[in-house]
């Protein structure tokens, strides 16, 4: 099995028609396996727990911070570079969230990638000095942002996250993601 980024090749399962296996050709197909690692940045706002988010395009397709593993890098310092970068934000990780795996095709490619996710607090920074790679970047009530993103897969994660975040009052909440505080 290859290594982050690294090309495998698997037999062609189209039966060779463009389009089916990737590579428009009879027989094997290239597939290469991107690695890629991200977060789920919470805090403790005026509107309860909230989760930034980054988008693109007009209206925003609201996603999650992440970005490609680099060679040495381990997924944890990926994750935390990648969401500072695309935020703005200075980050604590807290601990892993889990997984997401999907397929695209890129330039006749097929691209099997998967991204690690880490729920994270935010420790200082602001959003308005996001990177290039997204439009916007925006703090949005947890339930808020549940509902605008664009990914289920990601959308899975941010519950996960959830729970990190219990309303003020409940036996979780001195745990909560507030600054200097660690969640469960």
Same mark, same amino acid.
Request: neutral net charge; hydrophobic residues 40%.
């Given at each position: 099995?290859?290594? =982050? +980024? *690294? !090309?495998?090749?698997?037999? /062609?399962?189209? $039966? ?5 296996? &990737?590579? @428009? ?11 890629? =690692? +991200? *977060? !789920?940045?919470?805090?403790? /706002?005026?509107? $309860? ?5 980054? &988008?693109? @395009? ?13 060679? *040495? ?14 935020? &703005? ?96």
């Amino acid at each position: 099995m290859p290594g =982050a +980024g *690294g !090309v495998e090749r698997v037999a /062609g399962r189209g $039966g060779g028609l463009p389009g089916r296996d &990737g590579a @428009g050709v009879r027989g094997k197909s290239r597939v290469v396996r991107d690695v890629s =690692a +991200g *977060g !789920v940045i919470v805090r403790r /706002g005026p509107r $309860g727990c909230e989760v930034a988010l980054v &988008g693109r @395009g007009e209206p925003p397709r609201w996603g999650l911070p992440k970005g490609t593993v680099e060679a *040495g890098e381990t997924l944890e310092h990926a994750a935390v570079r990648e969401a500072q970068e695309e935020t &703005g934000l200075r980050v604590r990780l807290l601990r892993q969230l889990g997984d997401i795996q999907y397929w695209f095709v890129l330039r006749g490619v097929r691209h099997h990638k998967t991204v690690h996710f880490f729920l994270m607090e935010a420790v200082g920074g602001d959003i308005e000095h996001h990177d290039w790679e997204n439009d916007v970047a925006a703090w949005f009530p947890i339930d808020e942002a549940l509902a605008v993103m664009a990914f289920p897969n990601e959308v899975e994660i941010v519950r996960r996250a959830r729970e990190a975040c219990a309303p003020a009052g409940s036996p979780a909440s001195d745990s909560s993601a507030a600054p200097g505080a660690r969640p469960g």
